[in-house]
């Protein structure tokens, strides 16, 4: 049945091979788990029911991708996203968080109609390089700000606005900790890292104090916390409120992840035609909007294709029974919910800075060259973290890359979508202030 399903044969591996590959992608990303309540609470949200939002979304998304396209895609709600709708869309915005799943749904909606129609993929082969890279970089700052600042490691100061907390803390500490033994076992190419590395700063902080123990190791889900934000987005608010900002930005940072991590973690495993394309690329975006459509349902942020993918692939994952394996153990993983709560934020900060850190490496690919590709990409992605938004970031990077082209000649370079988009974001500055 396996066989004939995902073509294992066909693809070059085995029911053991895919299995192992599910494993170790799960292990490379069930830090999620740990992070994505951890984040969600300071928007209003139960910790408990975004445990178990976090966990199905993920399973629902996975599932998808590998029945659909038949590729060993993991699914999550995303990294980036998540801080977005809590510290930009919710507590920046002042929206309710009810609005702000509101918004993700309905950036799945669009992104599912420009799957349908294949804008997707003029739009993308539209925004130059550089700015593409800005963005996924000031994505990591942004993503890594919020890690020290959990962590307080980075503190307010009334005299500089910001400053070296107190490194006596024993949060401080423990995030030190956290990130020299995280990066020794990546070093070391150790499968899981990143959890392991929360693991064991969890473990240090119950023995220190920090946090307390576990009550039990397995208990039953708390479904009626799960049910207190399943199904209950305001999709209404959400559209008289940010149709063109919020869930745009939902929808933009979404669309160009996706598709750099498809192209990526397909190329390293070959899946790539002689003209660089993925086959059946309709059917992952397909399963991508639905598993964000989805996510919004179960009450969690958009879901996105996760990069760590890239490990199961490495392990030798080329079907979707890779991503099946995944989807059970999400589904597994809600009976620990006792040892997910106790998990402190100083914790869960390591994973925040060194996922920033390694999303970094996007700037590689800017044209340091050009001034008129280095300004647009470093205002986009300097602006996220000093502006505390994503959006922020976006915006300003699509208005100064037409401008700064246009000023030096090189107006013709840019796609006529550049400076629609350029414009409508001009449009909110001018008229839209604050949203």
Known sequence: ??????????????????????????????????????ILKDAGMPVDGVLIATALSAALGTLLMGLLSNYPFALAPGMGLNAYFTYGVVIGLGWTWQEALGAVFLSGV???FLTFFKVRESIINSIPMSLKSGISAGIGLFIAFI????????????????????????????????????????????????????????????????????????SIPKFGSWLSIAGHLDIAGAWSK??????????????????????????????LDKDGKLPNAGRA??????????????????????????????????????????????LLSLLFTPIIGIVPGSATAPALI??????????MSINWDDFTEIVPAFMAMIAMPLTYSIANGIAIGFVVYPIVKLLSGKGREVHWIVYVLGALFIYRFAFLAGA
């Not at 399903?5 to 170790?24: D, H, P, S, W, Y």
């Not at 490194?167 to 020794?184: K, S, Y």
């Not at 958009?302 to 989807?327: D, K, M, N, Q």
């Open 1 to 38: 049945m396996l066989e004939k399903m995902f073509n294992l044969q066909k693809k070059g591996t085995t029911v053991r091979t895919e299995v192992i590959a599910g494993l170790t992608t799960f292990m490379t990303m069930a830090y999620i788990i740990f992070v994505n309540p951890n």
């Open 110 to 112: 669009f992104f599912l």
């Open 147 to 218: 890690g020290l600042v959990n962590a307080e490691i980075v503190v307010a100061n009334p005299d500089t606005l910001l400053g070296l907390g107190n490194v006596r803390n024993p949060h401080v500490l423990l995030a030190l900790f956290g990130i020299i033994i995280t990066v020794w076992m990546m070093v070391k190419k150790v499968p899981g890292a990143i959890l392991w590395g929360i693991i064991g700063s969890t473990l240090l902080a119950i023995f220190t104090g920090v946090t307390s123990a576990p009550t039990g190791l397995i």
């Open 242 to 271: 940010g149709i063109l900002t919020v869930v745009f930005s939902f929808l933009f940072v979404d669309l160009f992840d996706t598709a750099g991590t498809l192209v990526g973690v397909s190329q390293q495993a070959g899946m």
């Open 285 to 330: 975006l397909l399963a991508d909007s639905l598993g964000t459509m989805g996510g919004a349902l179960c009450g969690t942020p958009t879901v996105t294709t996760y990069i760590e993918s890239a490990s199961g692939v490495a392990a030798g994952g080329r079907t979707g029974l890779t991503g099946v394996v995944v989807a059970i153990c999400f």
């Open 354 to 363: 060194i996922i920033g850190s390694m999303m970094m490496r996007n700037v």
